[in-house]
């Protein structure tokens, strides 16, 4: 089988969207399938996988805001493309131009437009958070469901990267036909990696002596990540308990981080770790994993914590929540410092050896990447055998 994801979210600088179709490229041809990438580029150029696959950049204006990124707005070079590649399937996932170009494509490809992202719990809500309720937050953007409705009638399937997102959107009256939960690359994370060495040079960075509560916050300085709300947390529950926080990440909010942590005593700024075993490392021996973010639809950076061994602390709705075990993780009101400061305090009196063996047990549970695309796969198959009236296998 033959995919062709027209992806306006896929880097030549790297990012997530990269690493899971990078990754997604080399199990499905070890499964027998072809992934193509076309991205926009700064010039037209093809870059062979040497595992399978390719990425086909096609020249495009770049993205006013992040020149990391360009825009598909021409139909005609990326239709020629799909004429050219004559694919099974077409994947596309921006809900904007490239949305229509694959949607408007005359070729006999099913087509799939696989959700990734809320951009109404990403921007929306989190813009207009102190002018108006979430329920009228939601009633006021029913614009947006209703535009993504239209190009979604045209797609043979409407795929999401999970149930918090398919939940999301459903409660909009969007139609969903499939959840396919992603994964990690799970033989990088265990818990066998905690050091307890390391741990302590950690809490000693942060102030703290060994019996301190060494949390870890991972992901883009981006304030739909929230990280303030949880600096306030941690900073709430240390007049309380000796906790400290690394903050491993990089991004638009770095200087106002910076500023914000100016003589913190136990909370430290570090850039990110992009050495894999290194980082897995630093996860398996820290204390708990700490989220902010309740926009997120697939957790995973708790995924992999999870399969480090480690705790989670995380917002009660979103993709976080949804895959935290209750054994091994305190949920917190989203968007709420003060709970999420209760959650800390309840997590530093918890049992803290009957809370490793849960955590341990919760490693063994994780969703890896290669379930995640043979799942995908399987139903892709299925979906193509019904677009050209063959049997679809049981």
């Known amino acids: 089988m033959r995919i062709v994801d027209v992806n306006e979210f896929y880097s030549p600088t790297g990012g997530g969207v990269r ?3 990078d990754r997604k490229m080399g199990m499905m041809a070890e499964m027998g399938h072809e992934l193509i990438v076309l991205a926009p580029g700064r010039e037209d150029r093809v870059e062979e996988r040497p595992g399978g696959g390719r990425v086909h950049y096609v020249k495009c204006p770049g993205m006013p805001f992040d020149r990391n990124y360009g825009l598909f707005w021409d139909a005609e070079p990326v239709t020629a493309l799909l004429d050219r590649y004559r694919p099974d399937l ?14 408007n494509w005359q070729g006999d490809a099913a087509k799939v437009f696989f959700m990734h992202n809320d951009n109404v719990a990403a921007y929306a809500q989190r813009w207009l958070e102190g002018v108006a309720t979430h329920q009228r937050i939601e009633r006021a953007f029913g614009w947006y469901s209703r535009y993504m409705a239209r190009f979604l009638d045209r797609y043979d399937a409407v795929v999401t990267n999970g149930p918090a997102l398919e939940k999301r959107l459903r409660a909009r009256g969007l139609r969903i036909d499939a959840a396919m939960p992603l994964g990690i690359e799970r033989g990088w994370f265990s818990p066998a990696l905690r050091d307890d060495e390391l741990r302590a040079t950690m809490l000693a960075q942060c102030g703290l002596p060994r019996d301190g509560v060494l949390l870890l916050g991972l992901g883009r300085h981006h304030p739909e990540k929230r990280w303030p709300m949880v600096i306030d947390a941690v900073e709430r529950a240390g ?3 000796p906790v ?18 100016a003589g ?6 570090f850039r990110p770790v992009y050495d894999r075993e290194r980082l897995a490392r630093i996860m398996a021996s820290c204390d708990a994993l700490i989220h902010g973010s309740e926009a997120e639809p697939f957790g995973l950076v708790a995924s992999e914590a999870m399969a480090s061994g480690l705790p989670l602390i995380v917002p009660d709705t979103g993709g976080c929540a949804e895959i935290a075990d209750p054994r091994s993780a305190e949920l917190y009101r989203a968007r709420d410092a003060g709970d999420c400061a209760a959650a800390i305090r309840r997590f530093a009196a918890r049992d803290r050896t009957m809370l490793r063996r849960a955590a341990t047990v919760a490693a063994t ?6 379930e995640h695309c043979e799942e995908l796969m399987a139903y892709y198959q299925r979906l193509v055998a019904t677009k050209r009236g063959m049997p679809v296998a049981a």
């Open 239 to 241: 007049a309380d308990v």
């Open 365 to 370: 549970r994780v969703r890896s990447d290669r």
């Open 19 to 21: 690493t899971y179709l």
């Open 264 to 269: 913190s005593p136990h909370i430290r700024l």
């Open 90 to 103: 077409v994947e596309c996932c921006s809900p904007w131009r490239p949305a229509w170009i694959v949607a």
């Open 244 to 261: 400290g926080l690394m903050l491993l990440g990089t991004g638009m909010d770095t200087p106002r981080l910076e500023k914000r942590l």
